[in-house]
């Protein structure tokens, strides 16, 4: 089999990530849930976990990065925890459905929603976000990287659009954690909602947002935290404002060994090795008779991701001749993500997504590009 889903999750993971969790699994405690050995080793984990992501996304304090589940649990947390009825809310349509449907759901109770529409190719131009801005709009939630066409989106641009506007930026990082780098200063971001399982190489059920010191959200649960057991309200200060009950303390075990992979190996090298096998693959089939290509390839800076059609062939039906024929995994269809669907014309019929990962191989991009051909040659028949 060959893996070309990466943008759904990354399947090969650190042999280092699986040992973590085998180790988590038969001696983690819970953190701060006591005084034993097992209790604090994992509470020790935890925030050694908190330390790296901080460093990797520049922020001010460890403190301030709350595990969750994934970034649609993030998102979730962020924007239901900061919009409130009668908010004005900016968004745009390359949005996967983890920001839309949260979002659609504060409109129902009140607040008004702006959706910005994107250029030619799926491309947002930020100057369409500081168009819509308005005296009542309170939040901006925009997309790092679209899981569609692998359009990348200058977010420090859309930073200080709204840091000089005093408007709550939320980024989805889903797409870039762990490929792009991130500063979280730098780039004004003040609420940054990341998944453990895709770019960071972690395990699922990993997940995790970054809050701007000063940025108070109400939380989605309270209950368990460890900490002022008498008090009826849950503890308002970071991160255990965000954390009720146990967290996947496993799972973060992997999360904090991909962390320490990444650092060795370096995000810059590993994004030059997905580039390089991208950009393979999309010269490899852009002059396939039939083949067309959706997004923005007239950037360098892009996810390494490659969405297409052959002709009027169904999205779902080439993906799984794709992988009967060919024994090539990828993903068709909507990806989640309507409006940029609705945007490109490729509502009924979806589209193909091959996502590439370090851990592919020039041959595989090649066996890629000549099953695509022949699939192209085929429909022509």
């Known amino acids: 089999m060959i893996y070309f889903d990466n943008a759904a999750t990354t399947m090969k993971k650190p042999k280092e990530v699986v040992e973590a969790v085998v180790n988590a699994l038969t001696s983690m405690g819970n953190a701060g849930r006591g005084a034993n050995?097992?209790?604090?080793?994992?509470?020790?984990?935890?925030?050694?976990?908190?330390e790296r992501l901080c460093r990797l996304f520049g922020g001010t304090s460890p403190r301030q990065i709350a595990f969750t589940a994934n970034s649609t649990e993030s998102l979730n947390l962020a924007i239901q925890?900061?919009?409130?009825?009668?908010?004005?809310?900016?968004?745009?349509?390359?949005?996967?459905?983890?920001?839309?449907?949260?979002?659609?759901?504060?409109?129902?109770?009140?607040?008004?929603?702006?959706?910005v529409r994107s250029k030619e190719n799926g491309v947002l131009d930020p100057a369409a976000i500081e168009d819509a801005c308005r005296e009542d709009?309170?939040?901006?939630?925009?997309?790092h990287g679209s899981?569609?066409?692998?359009n990348y989106v200058e977010i420090q641009k859309v930073g200080e659009i709204a840091r000089e506007r005093g408007?709550?930026?939320?980024?989805?990082?889903?797409?870039?954690?762990?490929?792009?780098?991130?500063?979280?200063?730098?780039?004004?971001?003040?609420?940054?909602?990341?998944?453990?399982?895709?770019?960071?190489?972690?395990?699922?059920?990993?997940?995790?947002?970054?809050?701007?010191?000063?940025?108070?959200?109400?939380?989605?649960?309270?209950?368990?935290?460890?900490?002022?057991?008498?008090?009826?309200?849950?503890?308002?200060?970071?991160?255990?404002?965000?954390?009720?009950?146990?967290?996947?303390?496993?799972?973060?075990?992997?999360?904090?060994?991909?962390?320490?992979?990444?650092?060795?190996?370096?995000?810059?090298?590993?994004?030059?090795?997905?580039?390089?096998?991208?950009?393979?693959?999309?010269?490899?089939i852009r002059e396939i008779p039939g083949i067309k290509i959706y997004g923005d390839f007239t950037s360098q800076n892009r996810c390494p991701i490659v969405t297409f059609n052959i002709g009027d062939y169904d999205s779902a039906d080439v993906s799984d001749a794709l992988l009967t024929e060919f024994g090539i995994?990828?993903?068709?269809?909507?990806h989640c993500a309507p409006l940029m669907h609705e945007a490109l014309g490729t509502k009924e019929q979806g589209a193909v997504r091959f996502s590439?990962?370090?851990?592919?191989?020039?041959?595989e991009v090649d066996f890629g590009i000549q099953a695509v051909r022949t699939l192209a040659e085929e429909e022509e028949e």
């Not at 709009?137 to 997309?143: A, E, L, Q």
């Not at 995994?329 to 909507?334: D, V, W, Y």
Request: hydrophobic letters at 35%.
């Open 37 to 50: 050995e097992a209790s604090l080793s994992a509470s020790r984990l935890l925030y050694d976990t908190r």
């Open 81 to 115: 925890g900061l919009v409130r009825p009668g908010d004005h809310v900016i968004t745009t349509e390359l949005e996967h459905n983890s920001v839309l449907r949260p979002l659609y759901l504060m409109e129902s109770r009140g607040a008004k929603l702006t959706i």
């Open 137 to 143: 709009t309170k939040v901006i939630v925009c997309t």
């Open 147 to 150: 899981n569609l066409t692998g």
């Open 167 to 284: 408007i709550c930026l939320i980024v989805d990082a889903s797409q870039t954690a762990g490929v792009f780098p991130i500063c979280v200063e730098e780039m004004k971001i003040d609420v940054l909602c990341f998944t453990g399982h895709k770019g960071l190489l972690g395990p699922q059920g990993t997940g995790g947002l970054y809050v701007r010191e000063g940025i108070s959200i109400r939380p989605l649960k309270v209950g368990g935290s460890g900490i002022r057991t008498f008090d009826r309200t849950h503890p308002g200060e970071m991160p255990t404002a965000l954390e009720a009950g146990t967290l996947n303390g496993h799972g973060i075990a992997g999360l904090n060994a991909a962390l320490r992979y990444l650092e060795r190996e370096g995000i810059h090298r590993i994004r030059e090795r997905e580039q390089s096998l991208m950009w393979r693959f999309y010269e490899g």
């Open 329 to 334: 995994c990828t993903r068709a269809g909507g």
């Open 356 to 363: 590439f990962s370090h851990e592919n191989t020039e041959e």
